[in-house]
């Protein structure tokens, strides 16, 4: 049973803050959405549109926007952060103050803070103290905005430390176009939402070099296995990379027309600079500043990954992309499962199914 909310602030107007208002204030709530610049504020104020995120999804006049962040928080019995995961503590301590105590509080950005390789649930509990955790939970899975605007069906998962949040949330999102699972594993949700755009972004450049599907299919295979691998380490539950913040994320991301991070990795491909292939793309690309985080946490935990490695030197030290492949493909001679992951899946998977 779908749970009744006054009002229901989404701080952040892009493509899916702006989904998310819309399908939200389809379920009876009311919903202010908060935008940095006054300018786009006006924009769809004036023309109930989101033209550059979100173009040919009209707004009902319910739904609120404003640029004034105490305004935005007035009231709001749940808050739903889609900002970028860049600007995500910033954003959260400024509003931390203005929101009501106990109010259910929902992450959809997928990233890692790139300086300190913290997961945002993490930077979170930075912001907010441990406490605050029993009301924060985690929106991930594949999801594009524009499908979700257009009532596309669409499975996604909420994770959270709390199993009563993990359902609050749960219930706040479901509708008949949405279906929406919970996941106590809050971190390889987190690690599987964000790690796959440094995949799309290489599943881009194969694209951009050669559209190979065979190319492809190798790249987002062993790229789920080296989030995995580093998953493990970091005490996620295997399972969940063979879930919809995994496995599921990961096609979206990689295939989608819609992906920001396979639309850089195209450019990329095509021979243009990092910053020329931001500049086609015009939004956020998650996928960048995760690469220098991935890369940083392979080194902290001493996991090995190889996708992760070069991608970190394509963008960052202008290796070429073809360079990258060869580098791929000629390494040692492996196996596909390594020992020590079977033992940790295995060792997972029975503790689990004992909990």
């Not at 109930?48 to 305004?71: C, H, M, W």
């Not at 706040?172 to 799309?200: C, H, S, W």
């Not at 960052?316 to 492949?325: E, G, W």
């Amino acid at each position: 049973m779908a749970v009744s909310y006054e009002q229901i602030t989404v701080l952040g107007a892009g493509s899916w803050g702006t989904a998310l208002a819309y399908h939200l204030v389809g379920d009876g709530c009311k919903v202010k959405l908060w935008a940095r610049r006054m300018e786009q504020v006006e924009e769809i104020n004036t023309y109930r549109e989101n033209k550059r995120y979100l173009p040919g999804v009209f707004l009902p006049d319910s739904i609120q926007v404003t640029a004034d962040l105490k305004q935005a928080l007035a009231g709001a019995q749940c808050v739903v952060f889609s900002v970028p995961s860049h600007t995500f503590r910033a954003v959260l301590r400024d509003a931390l103050p203005l929101i009501n105590t106990g109010a259910l509080i929902v992450n959809t950005a997928k990233g890692i803070e790139e300086n300190s390789m913290l997961r945002l649930s993490e930077v979170f509990a930075d912001e907010a103290g441990p406490s605050g955790a029993e009301h924060y939970a985690v929106l991930s899975g594949p999801s594009h905005a524009e499908e979700v605007a257009q009532k596309m069906p669409t499975a996604v998962v909420v994770a959270s430390v709390s199993s009563r949040t993990a359902v609050l949330a749960q219930d706040l999102f479901m509708q008949k176009n949405l279906r929406v699972y919970t996941n106590p594993d809050i971190i390889g949700v987190e690690l599987g939402g964000a790690l796959k755009n440094v995949i799309a972004l290489g599943t881009g450049i194969v694209d951009g070099l050669t559209g190979s599907d065979n190319s492809k299919a190798a790249l987002m295979t062993r790229g789920l296995a080296e989030i995995t691998r580093l998953g493990l380490t970091m005490q996620a539950n295997p399972l969940t990379f063979a879930g919809l913040a995994g496995l599921g994320d990961l096609i979206v991301t990689c295939t989608s027309r819609h992906s920001r991070n396979r639309r850089a990795g195209i450019e990329i491909g095509r021979g243009k600079t990092l910053q020329q292939a931001l500049d086609e793309v015009n939004m956020v690309v998650e996928g960048v500043r995760t690469t220098r985080a991935a890369h940083g946490l392979a080194a902290t935990w001493g996991i090995e990954m190889p996708i992760t490695e070069q991608m970190y030197q394509v963008l960052f030290y202008d290796l070429p992309p073809q360079a990258a492949v060869n580098n791929l493909m000629t390494r040692v001679k492996t196996r596909e499962v390594e020992e020590v992951a079977l033992t940790k899946i295995k060792w997972y998977a029975e503790r689990d199914g004992a909990d």
